[in-house]
C-alpha cells in the first residue's frame, strides 16, 4: 500500500495563479520529499524536508510539514505553463527507500 | 554529468512472453532502484541495490521478476513470464549513498504493454 497520498488527484488554475497539493500519510518519517514528473519523462527530485522543519522553500516552491496531522503541502507560486505535470510526495520511514503517493496531475492553462 | 539511461523505451509483448530492461545509472552512483509505475499511481519499489548486493527486494514478485546488477554498475531487470497486470512503466533511479536523504536521479522509463 502507498504511504502517502495525495489531495486533489487533478488540478487545473490559469497561468500566474498559485497551486497548493497536499499529501497525508500515515506512519513516522525521518524526511518527505516532492518529485515532479512531466508526461512520458522520469521523476525529477524538488525538494526534501526533514522531520523537524516546518517550512522550507525553494525559487516558487514553498513546503510545509505538520508532524502532528501527518501532512504536507507544496505551494507553487506564479505559476507557468512548463509546470504542467505530476507532482508526487515520498517519505521516508527509515526503511531506506522512498514510498510515493498516488500523484496531483496538474494543468496551467496559458 | 550524464543522466540515467534505460532502454528500450517502449516495449509491446504477449502475456507469457519474456522480456528484459536494461539500465546504466549516473557514473559513481553506488545505489540503484527499479520502480514499477502503473497508469494512474506512484512509482512502487520493486529492488534496492548497494553496488552489486541486494538492500530491499521485499517488493518484487520472485516467481516471475529477476533483477542482477553485474559489478556494481549496470542493471538489468526481467519478467519471465509477463501478464496482463505487469503492463507499467519501469522506472531506473540511482543515488550517491545509501541514506534516502539522498536525491534519487530518474531515468526516462520503459513502457511495457503486455498484449
Known amino acids: 500500500s502507498q504511504q502517502g497520498e495525495e489531495d486533489p488527484q487533478a488540478l487545473s488554475i490559469q497561468e500566474g495563479e498559485n497551486a497548493t497539493m497536499n499529501c497525508s500519510y500515515k506512519?513516522?518519517?525521518?524526511?518527505l520529499q516532492w518529485y515532479r514528473q512531466n508526461s512520458g519523462r522520469g521523476l525529477v527530485h524538488l525538494i526534501l524536508?526533514?522531520?523537524?522543519?516546518r517550512e522550507k522553500h525553494s525559487g516558487r516552491l514553498r513546503v510545509t510539514l505538520d508532524t502532528s496531522k501527518k501532512s504536507s503541502s507544496l505551494l507553487i507560486t506564479a505559476s507557468r505553463a512548463a509546470d504542467t505535470a505530476s507532482y508526487f510526495c515520498?517519505?521516508?520511514?527509515?526503511?531506506?527507500?522512498?514510498?510515493f503517493g498516488s500523484g496531483t496531475r496538474l494543468q496551467v492553462q496559458p | 554529468e550524464a543522466g540515467v539511461a534505460q532502454s528500450p523505451r517502449y516495449k509491446i509483448i504477449e502475456k507469457r512472453q519474456s522480456v528484459a530492461f536494461w539500465c546504466n545509472p549516473i557514473s559513481g552512483h553506488a545505489t540503484l532502484y527499479w520502480y514499477q509505475q502503473i497508469l494512474g499511481q506512484g512509482p512502487k519499489l520493486l529492488i534496492q541495490?548497494?553496488?552489486?548486493?541486494?538492500?530491499?527486494d521485499s517488493q518484487l514478485p520472485k516467481d516471475r521478476f529477476s533483477a542482477e546488477r553485474l559489478k556494481g554498475v549496470d542493471s538489468t531487470l526481467k519478467i519471465q513470464p509477463a501478464k496482463l497486470e505487469d503492463s507499467a512503466v519501469y522506472l531506473c533511479a540511482s543515488s550517491s549513498l545509501l541514506a534516502s536523504t539522498d536525491t534519487q536521479y530518474f531515468g526516462p522509463g520503459t513502457r511495457l504493454t503486455v498484449l
Open positions: 541495490f548497494q553496488n552489486n548486493g541486494v538492500v530491499d
Open positions: 506512519t513516522s518519517i525521518n524526511n
Open positions: 515520498a517519505t521516508d520511514t527509515g526503511r531506506r527507500a522512498l514510498t
Open positions: 524536508i526533514r522531520s523537524n522543519e
